[in-house]
């Protein structure tokens, strides 16, 4: 498998899941200011929309949008955590999870990472955010994970979604869980070895 990716981007999440999956994969790099490969291809001809993450199977066809990628790599693990059985209720949390990191927190910082926004407005969108994490640290609250004991596909999305809030000046110092939170995810060997190969630390 080929996973099309860009550093610190949303990428990074099937990323992490592909490597707690145990599966051989090969990663290409994608800059998505000019949206080439990096043998200067158009990666329009990979993906139509120019976005990241792409992950092409084996048969050569290819799979677009993170939480979509995560379950379909989580599906053929032999590490059933990253994505319980189906018709489980736990699947259902999981999903509820990735559901909620991309509709409300991914989403929630697109507009913040626009530096000509309105400052009055970017405010408004920061703090909209900010209480929305908040309530993230308190459905944690002192589990180590998202849904409990076990580390799933939605807690290396939520890792990599709060790690944009230095590029964008959130402060969010305060929120003690999510900063012990991430710690714990960090200390993982597949996000540091995730980290690493795309060069973020």
Not at 34 to 57: C, F, W
Not at 94 to 109: A, C, D, P, R
């Amino acid at each position: 498998m080929k996973l099309y990716y860009a550093p610190a981007n949303c990428s990074l999440a099937p990323h992490i899941v592909l490597r707690e999956a145990g599966a051989p994969f090969e990663l290409v790099r994608v800059d998505t200011a000019t949206h080439t490969l990096e043998d200067g291809s158009d990666y329009h001809a990979i993906n139509p929309k120019g976005q990241v993450p792409v992950l092409q199977l084996d048969d050569g066809s290819r799979l677009t949008e993170g939480p979509i990628i995560c379950q379909y790599i989580a599906d053929r693990a032999d590490n059933r955590a990253l994505m319980p059985a189906p018709g489980s209720m736990q699947r259902y949390r999981v999903m509820e999870w990735q559901n909620y990191i991309t509709s409300e927190l991914h989403k929630g910082f697109s507009p913040l990472f626009n530096t000509g926004l309105d400052p009055a407005v970017r405010q408004t969108f920061a703090d909209a955010l900010k209480n929305k994490l908040a309530w993230v640290c308190e459905q944690i609250g002192d589990r180590p994970y998202l849904t409990g004991d076990t580390f799933t596909a939605a807690d290396a999305y939520l890792f990599v979604v709060t790690g944009w809030a230095p590029f964008v000046k959130l402060d969010v110092s305060d929120l003690d869980v999510l900063t012990a939170y991430r710690a714990r995810i960090a200390e993982r060997p597949s996000v540091s070895a995730a980290l690493r190969a795309e060069g973020l630390v």
